[in-house]
């Protein structure tokens, strides 16, 4: 049987459904969306055997048959989001429709002949990461591929500014950025409330990280993109981690001051000296992530993340020597003088 924990009915009729994760993080959130015939399944979670079998087991005790999923909606790529949209519409012949950019990143990342799990090493290791951790974020990096596999044949795009309808509701469809290129929410300004994803979490932040070949600046694109959904009339938040909310506006002026602070603190733990973002983010968090590549490849992103933005307001220098043949100088951030 499914866990019966699992499961929330929440007052406007949907079903919150809590996808388990081998992560920190336990769950992300899949809503289920009643449609007059079937149903709509907004973020079904990431792929493994133990999930598949979840699901199956959801399904009976729910009484929902597979071929009863008539939509697949995903609001960004990553993929405890994204990872099992292939492997339901293969087995329900379900429509799936995400953001164009999203789309495209998921097949950069995870494509049959994906070239990004070497150049964000690459880019590790230039940003500071000690040799002895680069296999480990490699392989953990590919490792994702079967986590998403496979691939949805037929995507359909949504686009911030359109209309979108499901469950009932014409939403509108507003972009976040920062978090997951493309990332996509829906707002229904009559009952006030927000399909988010990752971008405005209740009571954590989402990683906000830099990546090979991707925003140069995600967190002015997050911030940016956190000011300007704020004047929205929001009265329930259903985001993709944790539990639908109510305090939105709150919440987006916590984000914003978490990411003010942190800067703060980074120029503090950079002081006089030249640091390496790898230095800077065992500073930050602790050498204990070398002992997790998935945590220790979120907090470098972030750790760099920070870093660019701080440059970019001349709180510090990025010290870069120049590659040579065979020698991959470390990049280096000082305070600016």
Request: aromatic share 10%; proline share 5%.
């Amino acid at each position: 049987m499914g866990d019966e924990n699992a499961v929330s009915e929440l007052p406007n009729g949907w079903l919150q459904v809590k996808v388990p994760l081998p992560y920190s993080l336990k769950w992300v959130n899949a809503y289920l969306l009643p449609e007059q015939t079937g149903w709509t399944l907004i973020d079904p979670g990431l792929r493994s055997e133990e999930i598949e079998s979840f699901w199956n087991e959801t399904f009976t005790d729910l009484g929902i048959r597979l071929q009863d999923i008539r939509t697949i909606v995903l609001t960004h790529h990553h993929p405890d989001h994204y990872g099992l949209a292939g492997w339901f519409q293969e087995r329900t012949g379900a429509s799936v429709w995400m953001s164009k950019v999203a789309h495209a990143n998921a097949l950069r990342l995870w494509g049959e002949n994906e070239t990004f799990s070497d150049e964000l090493t690459e880019a590790f290791l230039r940003h500071g990461l000690a040799e002895e951790l680069e296999n480990e974020i490699r392989i953990h990096m590919r490792g994702f591929r079967e986590k998403v596999s496979p691939q949805p044949e037929d995507v359909q795009y949504i686009a911030p500014g359109d209309r979108f309808s499901m469950g009932g509701t014409e939403w509108e469809v507003y972009g976040g950025e920062g978090h997951a290129p493309g990332h996509l929410l829906f707002y229904d300004r009559e009952s006030g409330w927000l399909i988010c994803g990752d971008q405005v979490l209740p009571d954590i932040t989402p990683n906000i990280g830099w990546m090979a070949g991707g925003d140069p600046d995600p967190l002015k694109s997050f911030m940016d993109s956190l000011r300007g959904i704020g004047h929205l009339d929001v009265s329930t938040v259903f985001p993709g981690h944790r539990n639908p909310y109510s305090s939105y506006q709150q919440r987006i002026e916590e984000l914003l001051g978490h990411h003010e602070r942190r800067i703060r603190k980074m120029a503090e733990l950079i002081g006089d000296d030249e640091k390496s973002a790898f230095e800077v983010c065992e500073l930050m968090f602790g050498a204990r992530l070398r002992n997790n590549a998935h945590n220790l490849r979120f907090a470098l992103a972030e750790t760099i993340a920070h870093l660019v933005r701080m440059e970019k307001l001349g709180l510090i220098v990025r010290i870069e020597p120049a590659v040579t043949d065979g020698e991959r100088p470390t990049i280096r951030y000082r305070t600016a003088r």
